[in-house]
């Protein structure tokens, strides 16, 4: 009596099996980081970190190939411009 016994074993569809979903969402912020900044005679020149492909300073959009570091020049105001703000 030490025989073993005998087994089946079958994959099927329907009320036997199961299937499952996941989905993974991975929210980003913005990041916007300014490493240094200098004053010229034209302006400003600032090394900013961003992980974005475009950034807005002073109401100027900045476009970049790629997030990473970068080299962004401000100009300056020209001399006598007066900047006037609407209540």
């Known amino acids: 009596m030490l025989a073993p016994l005998l087994c089946a074993a079958e994959s099927s569809f329907g009320a036997n099996s199961a299937t499952a979903q996941v ?44 997030p990473g570091e970068h080299a962004v020049h401000v100009p300056a105001a020209p001399a006598g411009a007066w900047v006037v703000h609407g209540l």
């Open 23 to 66: 989905r993974l969402v991975v929210i980003v912020p913005p990041v916007f980081q300014v490493l240094r900044a200098a004053q010229t005679a034209e302006g400003y020149d600032y090394l900013v970190w961003t992980n974005m492909r475009s950034i807005t300073i002073g109401g100027r959009e900045y476009s970049f190939a790629r």
